[in-house]
């Protein structure tokens, strides 16, 4: 099974930037998309940004313009800036592969906090 770490998140305030990092490994097979998902409190968990392995790319409305996703080998960013309190939420990556999917697995995702 593929392993998927994220990093990058904390604190910063309205209009700040962040980028966040999540690193690919074990049983990585041939990845179709990758992808960062967010859940806020009391909130259902939405997909934020995807790019395949082509390298187009997809975003919530809400970030777009804001975020951006980038890949390298088994490794993708976002970066995000202008950012606002509503963008408050953990934070996760998932590795999507043609026929299945997004994996069913979620790691520990990273906290993402922006302060008015």
């Known amino acids: 099974q593929v392993q998927l770490v994220e990093s990058g998140g904390g604190l910063v305030q309205a209009g700040g930037s962040l980028r966040l990092s999540c690193a690919a490994s074990?049983?990585?097979?041939?990845?179709?998309?990758m992808g960062w998902f967010r859940q806020a409190p009391g909130k259902q968990r939405e997909l934020v940004a995807a790019i395949s392995s082509g390298g187009g790319t997809n975003y919530a409305d809400s970030v777009k313009a804001r975020f951006t996703i980038s890949r390298a080998r088994n490794t993708w960013y976002l970066q995000m800036n202008s950012l606002k309190p509503e963008d408050t939420a953990v934070y996760y990556c998932?590795?999507?592969?043609?026929?299945?999917?997004?994996?069913?697995?979620w790691g520990q995702g990273t906290q993402v906090t922006v302060s008015s």
């Open positions: 074990g049983s990585i097979g041939s990845i179709n998309a």
């Open positions: 998932n590795a999507g592969y043609a026929g299945t999917g997004w994996r069913n697995y």
